[in-house]
């Protein structure tokens, strides 16, 4: 990490991680870390979901539109999944996400699948204070704000489209 | 009593979809006698003086075309707003960015940069560059300002219904101009068309197995085409479970798979980001290699999922170095 880098964020800037967490293993790891009083970067919000499984990509771009910065994505090791396979569908739209991200220009960085199972209170600690000093590096993720319509003052008759009114009666097409 | 007043317009589009609607064929008369065409650029010669000329909502509807980003389609859709009781989006480029939309993935002086300066064809030692102003003996010459990305139409004005498509079915238009002269439209904000995935339509339908596992994705160069059996199944990457029904699977009609040119259906929110998920799911492999191969196979993931899309994305367009392309130092 260098200095120049991080004199390029603006100032007090800290990442903010969206944290999507099966609550079988990572969600439960998490939960021990906290029991465990173990301290880690305070950078993630953490969802819990059923399954890394039930990860819709569309969440991921949710969350980069609402303004995170970075994506942790945590599901069971592999053949330990609560429903058998959920996290090898997660493992796959992670590949596909990340590429398609990549060709959109955001860093693979900041989309993170980690396997880490409800024992792991400590991998969670780790893999979250090295992805917090990731982003730090990388810096944060800046996204055009999506264009809004400029709605003009409303126009006697405009406001409602009902186009029938102007047909003359009987005029058919 | 006089007939509804209709408007055409084109912005940052190709004019397929003008050609849509003289493939209207002979129920284009049926409209021309049920209505007043009052401005369409580019077969009548009309004037936008005219249009300002107008008063407010004195079009009945307003068919829109094209991305906007230029300055001048950005006035042209106010103003045609102003002017129009209902707007319509017409095609992929003004209901989600099409074609035109994925320039977003460049900052705007990288394409000024590739088209004034650095294209095979142009010499250019100079480095001229258009402006918005330039002043000459006789007076100021103005051009249209290049804004810094491609916006939908409904990311510019208030958009009251879509027709989607590239170009939009001439059933749907046939149909939308139909529910507009009998008044049987849908709630503000609808799509023309059914609210169903592509498949559903798709003469192979019977032919999709019903579980996918792709070792590798084909583009249709690679292959010779099957002509009965669906297209995933010949590992193709067909769009038909992330798109929007309405074409009759033309393009499958056509032995080739569906680009998505009719955009997602209703419960769609982010048309790339359902599409990874669909693709994803059909990938074989529990390894990361395996994986890894197969997606691989997916050379222009970007230019596949969002193809007609990336303006009306979540992501919308990611901003790097100061903004203006320059790079990060």
């Known amino acids: ?173 | 009593m006089s007939k509804p007043k209709i408007g055409f317009y084109w912005c940052a589009s190709c004019g397929g979809c003008e050609e849509a609607v003289v493939d209207l064929a002979e129920e284009i008369l049926n409209v021309v006698e049920a209505v007043d065409l009052v401005f369409w650029p580019v077969a009548l010669d009309f004037k936008r003086s005219d249009v300002e000329a107008m008063a407010d909502g004195e079009m009945a509807a307003c068919f829109i075309n094209g991305a906007v980003r230029m300055s001048e389609q950005e006035e042209m859709a106010h103003l045609l707003r102003r002017k129009a009781q209902a707007v319509i989006a017409f095609g992929s480029c003004s209901h989600t960015g099409g074609i035109p939309g994925l320039a977003n993935l460049y900052e705007r002086e990288a394409i000024l940069r590739k088209v004034y300066d650095e294209s095979p064809s142009t010499i250019n030692p100079e480095g001229t560059r258009p402006q918005v102003q330039t002043s000459v003996p006789e007076g100021t010459l103005t051009l249209p300002g290049f804004d810094k990305s491609v916006r939908t139409l409904d990311q510019t004005v208030d958009v009251d219904f879509y027709l989607p498509g590239c170009p939009p079915p001439v059933k749907l238009i046939a149909g939308a101009v139909t529910a507009l002269l009998e008044g049987k439209l849908p709630p503000k904000g609808s799509v023309l068309a059914p609210n169903i995935a592509m498949c559903n339509e798709c003469p192979r339908k019977e032919s999709k197995p019903d579980q996918l596992l792709i070792t590798e994705f084909k583009r249709p160069h690679q292959i010779m085409i099957d002509p009965d059996k669906c297209l995933l199944e010949q590992g193709l990457l067909c769009m038909g479970p992330d798109t929007r029904s309405g074409c009759e699977a033309a393009c499958i009609g056509g032995n080739m798979p569906c680009t998505g040119c009719l955009g997602p259906t209703d419960g769609i929110r982010d048309y790339g980001g359902k599409a990874v998920s669909a693709f994803a799911s059909m990938t074989a492999g529990d390894e990361d290699e395996q994986i890894q191969a197969a997606m691989d196979s997916i050379v222009d993931p970007v230019g596949t999922f969002y193809r007609y899309s990336m303006p009306a994305s979540l992501l919308h367009r990611r901003i790097s170095g100061n903004g203006e392309g320059e790079p990060q130092s």
């Not at chain 1, 950078?43 to 969350?63: E, H, K, T, W, Y």
């Not at chain 1, 493992?91 to 792991?120: D, F, K, N």
């Not at chain 1, 996204?143 to 709605?151: A, M, N, Q």
């Open chain 1, 1 to 173: 990490m260098s200095d120049q880098h991080l004199s390029n964020n603006p100032p007090g800037f800290e990442p903010k991680i969206v944290g999507f967490f099966c609550t079988w293993c990572t969600y439960t790891a998490a939960d021990l870390a906290g029991i465990s009083r173990m301290d880690y970067a305070p950078n993630v919000r953490i969802i819990r979901l059923m399954c890394s499984g039930r990860l819709d990509p569309q969440f991921v771009l949710s969350a980069f539109r609402e303004g995170a910065d970075g994506i942790l994505i945590g599901g069971c090791h592999p053949g330990d999944c609560h429903y058998q396979e959920g996290n090898y569908k997660a493992l796959r739209r992670h590949h596909l996400l990340t590429r398609l991200l990549r060709t959109m220009g955001i860093e693979p960085e900041r989309l993170r699948l980690e396997w880490i199972s409800a024992s792991e209170g400590d991998r969670v600690r780790d893999v979250i204070n090295d992805m917090t000093a990731d982003l730090r590096r990388l810096g944060p993720l800046r996204l055009e704000p999506v264009p809004k319509p400029d709605v003009p003052a409303p126009v006697e008759d405009a406001a409602c489209p009902n186009v029938a009114l102007n047909v003359a009666a009987g005029e058919k097409l």
